[in-house]
């Protein structure tokens, strides 16, 4: 039981570069969120899935896309790369629990 | 406005001394609030969570956390603190859909 695990756990891109986050979760939550962690701002959620087949836009989402891609799989896209989205990109999930969300390990993502 | 403050950036204390992180939150409704906890370069870890009843609620590797709702506070308490507790703490109040809102983040030192 791995939980939540993210890939890749570390990227550099420059800037205009696409690039994906991949998200999967063993623990047949229905809910799965992505969030940024920038310095002195705690986390911020940017999309989150409710349940397969559904998304929705949270707190930050320009520049992003997001795929629920099946149960276990939620990723997150840009398109073109930008400066301001170096940031740590955390996925995580919560089943009937409400409102317990289990992290990933977390990408750090570098935009040049 | 549904929002966190953790007035506290930073806290030092000494290995055995007590520990008390400071949490605000402003939220429409009842809320559902959480600690979590995040070592260096790791994900979070759930260290408690408050859903209702009991306004004392134990959690994790020691610590607790009291529900006062008068004065809106989830306070963070740990009778004697270990070396080990050395992390960044953020405390969380849960909205609709499961999303959570976070707070800035407690950066905790431990001085031998």
């Known amino acids: 039981n791995a939980g939540v695990t993210q890939t890749p756990k570390f990227q550099v891109l420059k800037t205009g570069q696409s690039m994906t986050l991949q998200c999967a979760q063993d623990?047949?939550?229905?809910?799965m969120y992505w969030y940024r962690q920038d310095p002195g701002m705690g986390l911020r959620l940017i999309y989150y899935?409710?349940?397969?087949?559904?998304?929705d836009k949270g707190e930050v989402p320009n520049g992003y896309n997001v795929s629920r891609l099946n149960k276990r799989e939620f990723s997150l896209r840009l398109e073109s790369a930008a400066p301001s989205q170096t940031s740590v990109y955390f996925c995580?999930?919560?089943?009937?629990?409400?409102?317990?969300?289990?992290f990933g390990p977390g990408t750090r993502l570098t935009v040049l | 406005a549904q929002s966190v403050t953790q007035p506290d950036i930073h806290i030092t204390v000494s290995e055995g001394a007590s520990l008390e992180l400071r949490c605000n939150y402003s939220?429409?409704?009842?809320?559902?609030l959480f600690w979590y906890v995040q070592s260096p370069g790791q994900g979070l870890q759930l260290l408690l969570k408050?859903?209702?009843?009991?306004?004392l609620v134990q959690g994790i590797k020691g610590f607790e956390a009291e529900f006062k709702r008068s004065q809106s506070s989830f306070n963070l308490r740990k009778p004697s603190v270990h070396w080990s507790d050395a992390a960044e703490y953020f405390c969380?109040?849960?909205?609709?859909?499961?999303?959570?809102?976070f707070g800035a983040g407690t950066r905790l030192a431990v001085h031998p």
């Open positions: 899935s409710a349940s397969e087949g559904t998304t």
């Open positions: 408050y859903f209702s009843g009991d306004t």
């Open positions: 623990m047949n939550h229905n809910s």
């Open positions: 969380a109040v849960g909205g609709g859909y499961n999303k959570l809102i």
């Open positions: 995580a999930s919560s089943g009937q629990d409400a409102d317990t969300q289990y």
């Open positions: 939220y429409g409704a009842t809320p559902y």
